[in-house]
């Protein structure tokens, strides 16, 4: 979000520069900013700068890109900061944190998807009874065929309306 009005600050970053310092397109920082995950202010010939310490959001953001957290998640990590605020130490730590639970969660799945594909290597089946990796856990499939959860008098079916 630009702030309009700010005074100059000689060490602000313009568009360009802050793109090459943080090894992305200009494109991507205005995606960000659209996102509202970083913020700029305009000059009064109305052009884009940002203050440096937006660098450190930036790379909070590739970072958690590269680790395949959600955008959503790094907007609520990055609102909990104080705008226009640098991106500290600690803050940097508290939020690898949280993130981290989430990692181990993603590896294990990933490990037993990777187990799950051994068996299935040179198989190619994908059979729906069988497959461990095209149907996992299917417990509906063994009470038979068609929309268990659908028919007249099955556990769990939508009540009819009025
Ligand atoms: S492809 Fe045959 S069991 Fe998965």
């Known amino acids: 979000m630009s702030q309009p009005g700010k005074r100059a600050v000689p060490n602000d970053l313009t568009v360009g520069q802050m793109a090459r310092r943080a090894g992305v397109a200009v494109s991507t920082l205005h995606y960000y900013e659209a996102e509202g995950l970083i913020q700029s202010w305009r000059t009064p010939a109305n052009h884009r700068r940002y203050d440096r310490r937006e660098l450190r959001r930036v ?21 909990r900061l104080p705008k226009g605020a640098a991106v500290r130490k600690q803050d940097w730590a508290d939020v690898s944190a949280l993130w981290r639970d989430e990692i181990d969660q993603r590896l294990a799945l990933l490990n037993r998807l990777r187990d799950q594909l051994d068996h299935c290597m040179g198989c190619g089946c994908l059979s729906l009874e069988n497959c ?23 556990r769990d079916a939508p009540e009819k309306e009025a």
Not at 73 to 78: F, G, K, P, S, W
Not at 142 to 148: I, T, V
């Open 132 to 154: 461990p990796l095209y149907n996992q856990g299917d417990a509906l499939g063994r009470q038979g065929p068609g929309p268990q959860r659908w028919l007249p008098g099955q």
């Open 59 to 79: 790379a909070v953001i590739r970072v958690a890109q590269s680790l395949g957290i959600p955008l959503a998640q790094v907007r609520e990590l990055l609102d």
